[in-house]
């Protein structure tokens, strides 16, 4: 079964920083938000941790192209990871977790996964 997910407003395009990363945090916890304008798509999301590190600072690494194709240098250790897929260019068994983003109006939202422990009023009642 899918888990459920949710459409996630985490910014508006003014937060945005063209060629460059800007972090958020969502229900499921630190991402790092790309705007590539030249690129179509124009907007990526991906886990703001590094794998190799540990520490939260994706969104502040260099954006750039490798083999046609976008991708975030981590500011720690400059391994490059593909905005597309996640998958770290430098040792393909280790990938960060890629998210579904989208521009609402003026919001940029996140699909993420909805909180297993969160429950609506509904389902409570209609678990009782």
């Known amino acids: 079964m899918k888990p459920r997910t949710q459409w ?12 460059s990363g800007i972090a958020v945090w969502t229900e499921d916890g630190p991402v790092a938000i790309f705007y590539l304008p030249y690129h179509l798509p124009a907007l990526f999301a991906i886990s703001h941790t590094d794998p190799f590190s540990g520490s939260n600072v994706l969104a502040r690494g260099i954006t750039g192209y490798l083999k046609g194709q976008p991708v975030v240098a981590s500011p720690l250790y400059k ?8 998958v770290c260019l430098e040792d ?9 983003v989208l521009l609402d109006g003026d919001l940029i939202r996140l699909e993420v996964p909805v909180a297993s422990a969160t429950k609506t009023p509904n389902a409570a009642v209609q678990a009782a």
Do not use: I, M, S
């Open 8 to 19: 996630q407003a985490v910014c508006t395009v003014d937060d945005l920083v063209p060629d």
């Open 79 to 86: 391994e490059h990871f593909n905005l597309r897929t996640g």
């Open 92 to 100: 393909e068994n280790v990938k960060v977790k890629t998210y579904p």
